[in-house]
């Protein structure tokens, strides 16, 4: 449903964002950027360095850096869902959408009109608008589902048959797309896929905390929603 709350300066915060939630922000934002940059040089491999093979492990880093970053992405997203279940309201925006709820469209067009310099008045929200959190859903969630999934199927084929990755992932995702080839393919798109969102994300975030009178960033490092005047704010849950 949707309720109103009028934030006065007796109240110019409002704690949104807890501290576990915060933590998983940043650290799957460095994962995310760490795995983007090193397998971009994966699907890319640099040139052939000169001199004896031995002396060089460059790729071998640029793998393990990749694999270390996928572990961290991967039970990253496992903690941020177990997160879903034990923290407040606003730890389940990402995941249950309000999708029959006709006000809550209202919202995602209102904003896709701000957005477009459309909209003169900005709403304000005590967690994520309509527009980011539907956004965030489908690009952002599902998108991190599916490169873990298909990374731990594309990993287990390199640890083979036996290891935990390849029982769970390799022996029916790779039979799923029908070759390995396949997989690479749809993972290195995927890449590309989650990084038009964080582009996106990054933009909106810094915007927003400029034009919207409302704290944005600073948020998502304190938990605690700052409003700039006394206006109403959509407390949409």
Known sequence: MNTKTIVHQSQPAIYVYEAPLRVWHWVNALSIYV????????????????????DHFLMGYIRFAHFAAGYIFVIGLVVRIYWVFVGNRHARELFLLPIFNKEWWGGVWHELKWYMFLEKEPKKYTGHNPLATLFMHFILLWGSIFMAVTGLALYGEGTQAGSWAHTLFTSWVIPLFGQSQTVHTWHNLGMWYIMLFVIMHTYVAIREDIMSRQSIISTMVSGWRMFKDDRDVDDHH
């Open 35 to 54: 795995l983007m940059l090193t397998g971009y040089f994966i699907a890319h491999p640099l040139p052939t360095m000169p001199g004896e093979a031995s």
